[in-house]
């Protein structure tokens, strides 16, 4: 099969396989390593300080020269408001509490938030030549700027009509992230409930009505699916789960192998961890916010109150208690190194 097409050429990379940007998942190391090998990795930095965007990028530079997409967060920030938390408050430290974990901290809700605005000199001066986003769409100064660059922008679409607003925004490529996707939904527009369509219709409504080239995201994970996903239109893969347990991503081990020995409907939508919908294998933790009854705060408040208990929870390697972002394809979740996943893959699409 011949993997070279409009994306390959215009990205300058090999085969039209992007590694997801995986927050909490990803290391510099996996995205060199599949840049390294061909693909392209991408470099997660939603939300994290300018100081550790640059470091991370820098770190990554270090690893590879081959193109690689930088990841970030385009979602507006709420404002903290001690009053509303004090429900969800009193039950995480009553969890904390009976489970031996950190409760939030006094100032936990004072954590500093960075937006994208605030990573965006780094991207210019870094000269980042491919800017994926997820969770809305930089306002229009900043998408300006980072157009001026000349670097590829990658949003991110749950639905047609969310597609269909990023290309009115001038954005070039569209990530489709299906409903069976690990993670966070990109999900933005506020006068649409929750779009949960399956990766098959979403990737085909779009092809079928925008001109624009559309990466497939969502239970991607062999060779097969690589291929199916290309037949309806996509012009690339974008793949996530079936790194997680790779020797380079920074899971802890425990999380790693519920990933491996999960099954289709191990993993629930929840808003339990950061206030916002994402997918991941259901756990105590999300059981009890879920069953308490108490809304969580708004993303990513939600997230910072629990920080420290997640914390903890991850360093005694206690799956119960933290985030598994994982995707309903868990089938060929492997613990062995990134690139060997990749060439596997490969390898599966070609003798299809
Ligand atoms: C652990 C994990 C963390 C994720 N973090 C991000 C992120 O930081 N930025 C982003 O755009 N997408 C993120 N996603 C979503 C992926 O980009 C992608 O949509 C998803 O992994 C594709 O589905 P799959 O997991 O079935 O391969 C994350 C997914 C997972 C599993």
Same mark, same amino acid.
């Given at each position: 099969?011949?993997?070279?097409?409009?994306?390959?050429?215009?990205?300058?990379?090999?085969?039209p396989i992007? @590694?997801?940007?995986?927050?909490?998942?990803?290391?510099?190391?996996?995205? =060199? @390593?599949?840049? &390294?090998?061909?693909?392209?990795? #991408?470099?997660?930095v939603?939300?994290?300080?300018?100081?550790?965007?640059?470091?991370?990028?820098?770190?990554?530079?270090?690893?590879?020269?081959?193109?690689?997409?930088?990841?970030?967060?385009? &979602?507006?920030?709420?404002?903290?408001?001690?009053?509303? =938390?004090?429900?969800?408050?009193?039950?995480?430290?009553?969890?904390?509490?009976?489970?031996?974990? =950190?409760?939030?901290? %006094?100032?936990?809700?004072?954590?500093?938030?960075?937006? /994208?605005?605030?990573?965006?000199?780094?991207?210019?001066?870094?000269?980042?030549?491919?800017?994926?986003?997820?969770?809305?769409?930089?306002?229009?100064?900043?998408?300006?700027?980072?157009?001026?660059?000349?670097?590829?922008?990658?949003?991110?679409?749950? #639905?047609?009509?969310? %597609?269909?607003?990023?290309?009115?925004?001038?954005?070039?490529?569209?990530?489709?992230q !299906?409903?069976? %996707?690990?993670?966070?939904?990109?999900?933005?527009?506020?006068?649409?409930?929750?779009? @949960?369509?399956?990766?098959?219709?979403?990737? #085909?409504?779009?092809?079928?009505?925008?001109?624009?080239?559309?990466?497939?995201?969502?239970?991607?994970?062999?060779?097969?699916?690589?291929? *199916?996903?290309?037949?309806?239109?996509?012009?690339?893969?974008?793949?996530?789960?079936?790194?997680?347990?790779?020797?380079?991503?920074?899971?802890?081990? #425990? /999380?790693?192998?519920?990933?491996?020995?999960?099954? !289709?409907?191990?993993?629930?939508?929840t808003?339990?961890?950061?206030?916002?919908?994402?997918?991941?294998?259901? &756990? *105590?933790?999300? &059981?009890?916010?879920?069953?308490?009854?108490? *809304?969580?705060?708004?993303?990513?408040?939600?997230?910072?109150?629990?920080?420290?208990?997640?914390?903890?929870?991850?360093?005694?390697?206690?799956?119960?208690?933290?985030?598994?972002?994982?995707?309903?394809s868990?089938?060929?979740?492997?613990?062995?190194p *990134?690139?060997?996943?990749?060439? @596997?893959?490969?390898?599966?699409?070609?003798?299809?």
């Amino acid at each position: 099969m011949t993997w070279t097409n409009d994306f390959t050429k215009q990205l300058g990379i090999e085969f039209p396989i992007v @590694q997801a940007p995986m927050l909490g998942v990803t290391s510099p190391q996996m995205v =060199a @390593q599949l840049s &390294n090998a061909g693909a392209l990795g #991408s470099l997660p930095v939603g939300g994290l300080s300018p100081d550790k965007t640059l470091a991370l990028i820098r770190q990554t530079k270090t690893l590879t020269r081959k193109p690689f997409a930088v990841n970030l967060f385009a &979602n507006t920030l709420p404002t903290p408001r001690a009053a509303q =938390a004090s429900q969800m408050r009193e039950f995480l430290t009553t969890l904390a509490r009976n489970h031996n974990l =950190a409760a939030p901290t %006094a100032d936990a809700l004072d954590t500093p938030m960075y937006s /994208y605005a605030d990573q965006l000199d780094i991207l210019v001066s870094e000269k980042i030549s491919v800017i994926s986003f997820t969770f809305g769409i930089p306002d229009d100064a900043s998408l300006k700027t980072l157009k001026s660059t000349g670097a590829v922008l990658i949003g991110t679409a749950t #639905s047609f009509r969310e %597609a269909a607003v990023l290309q009115e925004k001038g954005v070039d490529m569209i990530t489709a992230q !299906g409903i069976e %996707a690990g993670g966070h939904r990109g999900s933005f527009l506020d006068d649409e409930p929750l779009p @949960q369509v399956g990766l098959i219709s979403l990737v #085909s409504e779009i092809v079928h009505r925008l001109p624009r080239p559309v990466l497939a995201a969502g239970g991607i994970h062999d060779g097969k699916t690589i291929r *199916a996903a290309l037949m309806l239109g996509a012009q690339a893969v974008q793949i996530g789960t079936a790194f997680i347990a790779c020797t380079e991503s920074i899971a802890i081990p #425990s /999380y790693k192998s519920a990933v491996m020995n999960a099954t !289709g409907t191990d993993t629930a939508l929840t808003r339990a961890f950061t206030g916002r919908w994402a997918r991941g294998i259901r &756990n *105590a933790f999300m &059981n009890e916010v879920e069953n308490s009854g108490i *809304a969580p705060l708004p993303y990513p408040l939600q997230a910072s109150l629990n920080a420290a208990l997640r914390a903890s929870a991850q360093q005694r390697d206690d799956k119960e208690f933290t985030n598994l972002w994982a995707g309903q394809s868990t089938v060929n979740v492997q613990a062995k190194p *990134a690139v060997e996943i990749l060439q @596997q893959l490969i390898q599966e699409a070609e003798a299809v």
